[in-house]
């Protein structure tokens, strides 16, 4: 069985914090131990996108959408939705940069992820992070 919870947030740094709690509390509901590395990876992955979708995502202000879906086999289905036909473009970042390694974090910790184009109405980044 599906568990899917999603929810729109407004495109403000404060929403990343509540995007992770939302995710986090939904898949502990639906089985995640609090030491599951999969938990774990998920709520990074989402703060990672979401803050993307905060910083880079922005059309007149419009809210973006977070997903996060529980399989039947307990792996964790994450989409983020903003309103911007930008793909993210992978970059390396120096070592004194604070932002750049999002898209890396997704390569590390993802089984598999992308970008879905929604025609004018933007992309949705996906990621599937195993249980």
Known sequence: MLRRQAFRLPPHPASVSL?????????AAWGHKEESAALHDAVLLVSEL???????????????????TVLADGDCFIE????????????????LEESGRGLALLDAL?????????GRNGKTVWALVRA
Do not use: I, K
């Open 110 to 118: 993802a089984e598999a992820w992308g970008v879905w184009q929604r």
């Open 80 to 95: 983020v939705s903003d309103e911007s036909p930008t793909r993210p473009e992978p970059w390396e970042a120096g070592p």
């Open 19 to 27: 995007a992770r709690l939302r995710v986090h509390d939904h898949l």
């Open 50 to 68: 979401v803050t993307n979708a905060v910083c880079h995502g922005r059309v007149l202000n419009r809210e973006f959408e977070v997903a996060v």
